[in-house]
């Protein structure tokens, strides 16, 4: 019997049907990382464990956070104040009351062990960006002490009837805003854009009028899916799952039908599960009641996927960051460890399971074409950062430009808060100058708010590396 639990899973059903297993190999040093769950200050759900468990000779375990049940002291103590997470952090650089990353992990960690010291409400200018998990160098938890910290000021400290908690609670629950608005795409695309509703969604909500809102499609990723009658190809010895996220659902569908066609091209058969929110904007307000509910659908309904002899891909370097890592450090879901080590970013894992540069070495693009390529720094956390300069490098009629490290600054619902608005514009000032210095005029991600911030600030249409690829190895 197949499990359909999403809430409101829409339209659209699995199309798996009993399958031989197939294992993965995993990529080099970009596996899920092996920090024990802290189940995010919030029970479990469904009682199952998978998690590490700490020794208990090394030290007896001290339950900072309430509510999660292993500490963190063993990445605290790690911590040696070499400042390298600060210096990496693009909202400490722009904004002078943020203590850093350091202050907000391994010190408040501290802190908080020490008496029952309040969170300090500063977590809530982290952008939950990721990039300083990268620069420290003694592999200190920050992002997951961040996200604990973050939600137990929320859960504690935060005032639920307030204009903050509120809109904070709509920008992370997207999903629900999206799914409601993709009832009446073409108002709604205009009511959204329209200048006295951005006024007063500014004035009454703290959302900055100066944002444009993403369209929303007239048909919708699964609606087309249904309407295609669900997978093309059988096959199954060769199975993905696609997680595809709010944003390839509801605004971006070309993004997903890219990868369905790129996928049915080398042979697989897609899935398509019933599906949550990846829960990432859900972290980085520090909502994790609401991300575990979605996490235990996706982790049920993919997990069921796995059995039946599937890999999991994303399209959105961020929904894979969250499934491959944050779920498993966050929550203590039965099945959890399989998903993160069966998850992959979709170019990602064509790259390792089949030989794209023998594929693309006799192709051209038609039209030639030069594009302005930003790594998502959640694509940089998972060794990904590189991926799509070297696929389209050799392509002909294709000139690829990477655009430097810097952050776009959007970090999904960060940019769009009133308050933090001029500080993400100024953390993508960098970004923009780069764009605009290279010869194309087509911006590349593969992250759907990076890709809006670029948007944004140059005016540059911009595209997928799945529908890139689409053009070059399908068309
Ligand atoms: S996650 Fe990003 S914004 Fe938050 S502390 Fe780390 S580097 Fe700074
Ligand atoms: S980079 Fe790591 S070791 Fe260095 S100060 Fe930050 S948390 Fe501590």
């Known amino acids: 019997m197949t499990r359909h639990t999403a809430d409101d899973d829409e339209r659209g059903e699995s199309n798996g049907t009993g399958a031989a297993d197939r294992t993965t190999s995993d990529v080099d040093g970009n596996g899920p990382a092996e920090r024990p769950a802290t189940d995010g200050g919030v029970e479990s759900a469904t009682g199952g464990s998978d998690s590490m468990e700490l020794d208990p000779d090394a030290y007896d375990p001290v339950d900072v956070f309430p509510g999660g049940d292993l500490d963190l002291r063993e990445g605290a103590d790690s911590c040696y104040k070499c400042t390298s997470c600060d210096t990496s952090c693009p909202v400490a650089e722009v904004d002078d009351e943020f203590p850093g990353p350091k202050f907000q992990g391994p010190e408040q960690w501290r802190l908080k062990r020490k008496d029952d010291h ?76 329209f200048g006295p509703v951005r006024w007063a969604m500014e004035k ?46 509801y605004n971006t569908p070309e993004v997903g039908k890219a990868m369905v066609r790129v996928y049915e091209h080398f042979g697989y058969e897609v899935m398509v599960p019933p599906q949550g929110c990846s829960g990432t904007p859900m972290f980085a307000n520090g909502m994790l009641k609401d991300a575990r509910r979605h996490a235990e659908t996706n982790v049920e309904n993919l997990v069921e996927a796995i059995g039946e002899g599937a890999d999991v891909i994303a399209s959105c370097t961020s929904c894979s960051m969250s499934l491959r890592q944050e779920y498993p450090e966050l929550f203590d879901i039965h099945g959890i460890e399989d998903l993160s080590e069966h998850t992959f970013e979709a170019l990602e894992y064509l790259r390792i399971h089949e030989d794209l540069d023998g594929e693309l070495a006799g192709s051209s693009l038609a039209d030639e074409q030069s594009f302005a390529y930003h790594a998502p720094c959640h694509a940089r956390n998972q060794g990904l950062d590189r991926q799509a300069v070297e696929t389209f ?39 923009f100058e780069h764009m605009e210095a290279a010869e194309g005029d087509v911006g590349m991600t593969e992250c759907p708010t990076c890709a809006m911030q670029m948007e944004h600030g140059t005016g540059y249409e911009i595209k997928h590396p799945l529908q890139l690829l689409e053009e070059t190895v399908v068309a």
């Open 204 to 249: 009454t909500m703290g959302i900055p009028k100066e944002r444009d809102f993403p369209e929303f499609a007239t048909e919708t990723f699964r609606e087309w899916w249904k309407a295609r009658g669900g997978a093309q190809v059988q096959n199954p010895d060769k199975r993905v799952a696609y997680f595809h996220g709010c944003y390839s659902n």
């Open 118 to 193: 309040d969170i300090d409400e500063s977590i809530m200018s982290c952008s939950n960006c990721m990039r300083c998990d990268d620069a420290c160098p003694s592999s200190v938890p920050l992002s997951q002490m961040h996200n604990e910290a973050r939600g137990q000021f929320v859960e504690e400290q935060m005032e639920k009837l307030s204009v903050e908690y509120v809109r904070n609670r709509i920008l992370a629950n997207y999903r629900t805003s999206a799914r409601l608005a993709s009832m009446f795409p073409k108002t709604a695309s205009f009511a959204m854009n």
């Open 393 to 431: 490098r050799d392509v002909d009629g294709v000139n690829m430009e990477d655009v430097g490290d810097s952050c776009s600054g959007i970090s999904g619902t960060y940019g769009w808060k009133e308050e933090k608005y001029e500080k993400s514009m100024a953390i993508g000032e960098e970004m």
